[in-house]
């Protein structure tokens, strides 16, 4: 596997990992009395950053679209 | 004598020497972190209710410092792809950004550390238990930022108010209190509670492998870097198999933090 594979898979993770702390941000800012902006703020920013991650993994894909995935 | 198979693949493995070493070497890494977090869930799964303490570490920064490894990922593969593209003068450039993403992310894990190691609980004779940072300590008094907590619904419940990470976050007031009362005082080190013995194996470890990798990557881009003349091929499989264990050693951060700092 090289590297390529690893990074999409890896870039696929990340994304997973954002878009599910933004689910959990997003519910600390539902339910908690503290930090209320800071969870809102943490939310948006993870979605945001997953979107931007799978817009990432396509240029990435289209800019090594000759290397093997061996 | 030339060694075989550094450029070019074998056939029967399809990869060259470099590449089926480093995943030899990354299977037996799997394995270890594997049996960590194995442990990590065997110990909370065997916790009493209440003991087990959640939110104690910094939200904030984890995502800092998952965002630091993100972008060195990103940085490392991009480097390795200029170089495929003959521009060493950029790989240059995406390797240092990577590398100083991992000073970036030891320095913020640093401060985590200490934050953790001036963080204190302490019992006092009468059965009272406070918990907070440290501010001053001698032979006569502790002095404390921090509030008593309610033990009665678990130790790790009242952790969690007093670390100022959780849901029932409080405001801190110094506490005095005299020597001659305390009867146990102890910080947040590994030796605290199973809890901070694993976060901080299980960190401490990985943030080896993040010095380790850096390392490696610096070798190969500053001193290493005449191969690039003589053997550009080669050199450019050995930032692949440098980037293969950094990928490996982020992808390790990917669960470590939801299952430490969120779960």
Not at chain 1, 28 to 42: I, K, Q, T, V, W
Not at chain 2, 55 to 79: A, D, E, F, K, Y
Not at chain 2, 89 to 99: G, K
């Amino acid at each position: 596997m090289s590297l390529k594979a690893i990074h999409i898979l890896f870039i696929l993770a990340s994304t997973l990992l954002c878009f599910g702390f933004a689910a959990w941000a997003y519910q600390a800012y539902l339910n908690e009395e503290a930090s209320r902006d800071l969870n809102l703020g943490m939310a948006i920013t993870s979605g945001v950053l997953g979107v931007a991650l799978l817009v990432y993994g396509r240029y990435f894909l289209k800019k090594l679209r000759d290397v093997s995935y061996l | 004598m030339d060694i075989p198979y550094t450029v070019q693949p074998r056939r029967d493995t399809g990869l060259y020497n470099a590449k089926l070493g480093i995943w030899l070497f990354l299977a037996s890494e799997v394995m270890l972190f594997g049996a960590l977090f194995s442990s990590y869930i065997m110990l909370r799964v065997g916790a009493d209710i209440g003991e087990w303490p959640q939110r104690l570490l910094n939200v904030p920064i984890g995502t800092v410092n998952t965002l630091v490894l993100i972008t060195s990922s990103v940085t490392v593969v991009l480097g390795w792809a200029a170089l495929k593209q003959n521009n060493f003068a950029r790989y240059r450039l995406y390797q240092t950004i990577t590398i100083l993403c991992a000073f970036g992310f030891v320095g913020i894990k640093s401060y985590e550390y200490y934050d953790k190691f001036t963080h204190y609980q302490v019992i006092t004779n009468d059965g009272k238990v406070f918990d907070g940072h440290l501010i001053k300590r001698d032979k006569e008094l502790v002095v404390l930022s921090g509030f008593e907590i309610d033990a009665s619904k678990g130790k790790a419940h009242g952790v969690m108010e007093a670390s100022g990470h959780g849901p029932n976050h409080k405001p801190h007031k110094e506490i005095e209190i005299k020597t001659s009362d305390i009867k146990k005082i102890g910080n947040y080190g590994p030796a605290h509670n199973t809890y901070t013995a694993i976060y901080f194996t299980l960190t401490g470890l990985h943030g080896l492998h993040v010095i380790g990798g850096a390392l490696v990557i610096g070798y190969i881009l500053w001193p290493g870097a005449g191969m690039w003349k003589t053997d550009p091929e080669r050199y450019t499989n050995r930032v692949e198999v440098s980037g293969l264990f950094w990928h490996f050693v982020d992808l390790v951060w990917i669960f470590l933090f939801p299952v430490l700092y969120l779960l």
